[in-house]
Every structure is written in structure tokens, then in C-alpha cells.
Antibody, heavy 121, light 107 residues
Framework: QVQLVESGGGVVQPGRSLRLSCAAS????????MHWVRQAPGKGLEWVAC????????SYPDSLKGRFIISRDNSKNTLYLEMNTLRSEDTAVYYC??????????????WGQGTLVAVSS | SRELTQPPSVSVSPGQTASITCSAD??????TSWYQQRPGQSPVVVIY???KRPSDIPERFSGSISGNTATLTISGTQTMDEADYYC??????????FGGGTKLTVL
């Protein structure tokens, strides 16, 4: 059974940076694209970023491009999300999700439990 | 960018059929998927590629597509199906798009 465990969330002041991690296990991490998806309190799902199986392709919604950076270390089976210049509207539960395929244009077949990021002074 | 429109809420009586729609300006070249999210839990895929069901999802869940509208149908709805449901597709720039979500109430 696929396991995805996020960490790194917490309370952070506006304008600061934070890096989230997602430790993957029980599947061949290097063979699959991965995503970050967030959910603000009481709101719907919002896609944050995608990275291909080998890290060569990355994509973001226009609203986050330039502030958020997705990366991965296949030797450590770990996915990362670096979030810069954080704003109050970035407050959300951040999920990492596994793509069904290697390029990132499939569906999310496994999700982590999420990590809460609260941006507040 | 593509937008996916879902009804905010749907109500159904136990044992009846629930249908949740997901409308877009265009759904060409993009499969739709559906995710169930129970309160306090992470999302789970219940339908992918318009109408395929993961092996661990009950047969009462089905998906269909007609023109630019995808539909999730739950036959013989059970109280355990009460949850938020999200549709998901891709836009022409290979970015992920989610619908706004539908709260399914079983009463």
C-alpha cells in the first residue's frame, strides 16, 4: 500500500518561507509524477504544482508561479515544496499526491494525510 | 483557463440514486476524474478516465460523459457515501483543474 507522509507545516509569518516534505514508500517513487494540492479551511481543492518522474518537467498554476517551487530527490524518495513570500491566503492543508503515470497528466491515485500551513503574524 | 462547475450541494435518500454533474466549456482531450473526501480525511479517487473505477471502490459508483458534462452517479446511496465530491480534469496547458466541490447529503 502506497504511503505518503507530509511534514514541515506549521505557523509562519507573512513574507517568510517554508519548505514542505513528502516521504514516499511502498512504491517505486522514481517512476511516477507527483503533485502538491492544497485546501484552505472550509474550501475546495486547489492544485499547487506537478513534477515529472525524473524532475525534468515542472508546472504550476499562474497564480503561484514564481513563489512556489516543487522538487524531488529520487535517491531519498522524497518530494518537496518550497514556498516563498507567504501570504495569509496560502493558509491551507497541503497534500502530496501520487500521479498514476510518469508525466503528470493522469489522475491522483494516492494522497498523503496532509500538513497544515498557517500564515499569520 | 478551464473551469469546472459543480452544484454546491446534492441531497438524496438512502437507497436512491445520486447524480453529481461537472460542466466545462470544453472537455476535449481531457479525461475527468472524481474524488470523494469524507470529513477530516484525505481525498480518494472513485472514478478515473471518465468511467473507470478503482478495484477497491464499490460498484455503485459510476461515471459518464456527455458532451462537456461529466456525471458521477451513485446507485443505492448509503449513509457512508455522505462526503464532498470533486471532479478534476486538465486544461490545454496541461494544468490540473478541480471543480468547486459538491456536498452530498444522505438523509
Amino acid at each position: 500500500q502506497v504511503q505518503l507522509v507530509e511534514s514541515g507545516g506549521g505557523v509562519v509569518q507573512p513574507g517568510r518561507s517554508l519548505r514542505l516534505s513528502c516521504a514516499a514508500s511502498k512504491f517505486t517513487f522514481s517512476g511516477y509524477a507527483m503533485h502538491w494540492v492544497r485546501q484552505a479551511p472550509g474550501k475546495g481543492l486547489e492544485w499547487v504544482a506537478c513534477i515529472s518522474y525524473d524532475g525534468s518537467k515542472k508546472s504550476y498554476p499562474d497564480s503561484l508561479k514564481g513563489r512556489f517551487i516543487i522538487s524531488r530527490d529520487n535517491s531519498k524518495n522524497t518530494l518537496y515544496l518550497e514556498m516563498n513570500t507567504l501570504r495569509s491566503e496560502d493558509t491551507a492543508v497541503y497534500y502530496c499526491a501520487k500521479d498514476r503515470g510518469s508525466s503528470g497528466r493522469n489522475f491522483f491515485d494516492s494522497w498523503g494525510q496532509g500538513t497544515l500551513v498557517a500564515v499569520s503574524s | 483557463s478551464r473551469e469546472l462547475t459543480q452544484p454546491p450541494s446534492v441531497s438524496v435518500s438512502p437507497g436512491q440514486t445520486a447524480s453529481i454533474t461537472c460542466s466545462a466549456d470544453k472537455l476535449d482531450n481531457s479525461y475527468t476524474s472524481w474524488y470523494q473526501q469524507r470529513p477530516g480525511q484525505s481525498p480518494v479517487v472513485v472514478i478515473y478516465q471518465h468511467n473507470k473505477r478503482p478495484s477497491d471502490i464499490p460498484e455503485r459508483f459510476s461515471g459518464s460523459i456527455s458532451g462537456n458534462t461529466a456525471t458521477l452517479t451513485i446507485s443505492g446511496t448509503q449513509t457512508m457515501d455522505e462526503a464532498d465530491y470533486y471532479c478534476q480534469a486538465w486544461d490545454s496547458r496541461t494544468n490540473v483543474v478541480f471543480g468547486g466541490g459538491t456536498k452530498l447529503t444522505v438523509l
